[in-house]
């Protein structure tokens, strides 16, 4: 079922856990009871963001769907959904932020960065909402930038919107990987030190996911 109070959101994994989300392998599951704990109410976030829910009837311990059938009608199954829409407009607003970041593997990108160093999206200007840098804490220096993009700026191909990732890399590595399709030099970055990475599927999120910790590495300095 899709919920409209996240349409265009992305979460935010580190305010998950702080809401009380439990990841269980790479799905951050939350749990509550409702109507003086008649039913206990489950909510699932994954690592593309997706929402889905679960309701249990606690006397049967069974599913609960009838909320779920628009044609259903009745006081009791209208409390169940004030009561549903509430928990999820409060997670709606205390854990997701716009969505900016539309493709999958970029959504993919942002999990595995807050997983693994607990750094979060910093959007520093106003004037350019899509796009946002990574900093590794101890050092404040910048190990990735983020942002949507035309692709025709960089193939002079075709004309795409396509979300980006800027890392900073081995010069060497650099020429390497460069190959005019999925790996270019540099948008707005210094081209000897900085890749760009098209998150279209071109190159598998394993890969990506090992430049990132190199670039996080070379941020230490």
């Known amino acids: 079922m899709k919920y409209e109070m996240f349409r265009y959101k992305s979460p935010d994994f580190e305010e998950l856990k702080k809401y009380g989300f439990k990841d269980e ?4 599951k939350f749990q509550t009871t409702i109507l003086d704990k008649e039913f206990t109410f489950f909510v699932y976030v994954n ?11 606690n006397s049967l ?3 609960y769907v009838l909320h779920l059938n628009e044609s259903a009608v009745g006081s009791f199954v209208g409390k169940i959904r004030e009561e549903i829409e509430k928990i999820l407009m409060d997670i709606s607003q205390k854990c997701f932020f716009e969505d900016v970041f539309k493709s999958k593997q970029a959504k993919e990108v942002i999990f595995y960065i807050t ?3 607990g750094d979060r999206l910093e959007f520093l200007w106003d004037n350019s909402p899509d796009v946002a840098i990574w900093r590794r ?7 990735g930038v983020i942002f949507a993009l035309d692709k025709f700026k960089l193939d002079k191909v075709r004309h795409e919107a396509v979300d980006i990732i800027d890392l900073h890399l081995d010069e060497e590595e650099i020429n390497a990987l460069v190959n005019g399709k ?6 707005h970055m210094n081209k000897k030190h900085w890749m760009t990475i098209c998150l279209d599927g071109g190159m598998k999120s394993e890969e990506i996911f090992k430049l990132i910790d190199e670039s996080y590495s070379l941020a230490k300095k």
């Open 61 to 63: 311990q069974e599913e």
């Open 137 to 143: 804490k101890e050092t404040q220096k910048w190990y």
């Open 115 to 117: 997983q693994k160093y």
């Open 47 to 57: 690592k593309s963001g997706e929402v889905s829910t679960h309701l249990v009837d």
């Open 182 to 187: 999925t790996c270019f030099r540099a948008y």
């Open 25 to 28: 392998n790479g799905v951050f």
